[in-house]
């Protein structure tokens, strides 16, 4: 739901729901405003998100989101460690032209990992019909 109330919805598939709580923590922790959330916000619709034309269309900071909501995955699967993780962001970013953000650690990929961690807890634990409602702002580190 966006704050005038609209609204988008899409059936996810079993990945999707721990892909996009990956994309909200990393863009709440580096204050991505042009994200996948803050597409969302801005009016694109979960569908539009999907069409390979449109995310071609979106700018550097969207695929910035993408690479990091990946990058944090992987973490969470144990594909790649702390320490490989800034280098994994920074290789992707330096093949699209993107520059690599600054607080980009591997302290901070064990940070986004928790709270990952904690959000797939909540939501795995979610009954048949319940539902996770989160905010989507900016944390602390986005100043």
Not at 31 to 51: M, Q
Request: glycine fraction near 10%; charged fraction near 20%; proline fraction near 3%.
């Amino acid at each position: 739901m966006r704050d005038d109330g609209s609204r988008t919805t899409a059936q996810l598939g079993p990945g999707l729901p721990h892909h996009d709580l990956a994309h909200y923590v990393v863009e709440r922790y580096f204050g991505l405003r042009h994200g996948f959330f803050g597409n969302v916000a801005s009016g694109y619709t979960l569908e539009a998100l999907s069409d390979k034309a449109v995310i071609r269309a979106l700018g550097a900071e969207s695929w910035l989101a993408e690479v990091l909501a990946r990058a944090v995955g992987s973490l969470a699967t144990g594909a790649c460690t702390f320490e490989q993780f800034p280098t994994l962001i920074s290789e992707e970013l330096v093949h699209r032209g993107i520059q690599m953000p600054e607080r980009l650690t591997a302290a901070a990929g064990a940070e986004m990992l928790r709270e990952l961690n904690q959000l797939i807890e909540r939501y795995d634990s979610l009954a048949n019909g319940e539902s996770l409602s989160l905010r989507f702002g900016f944390s602390a580190h986005d100043e």
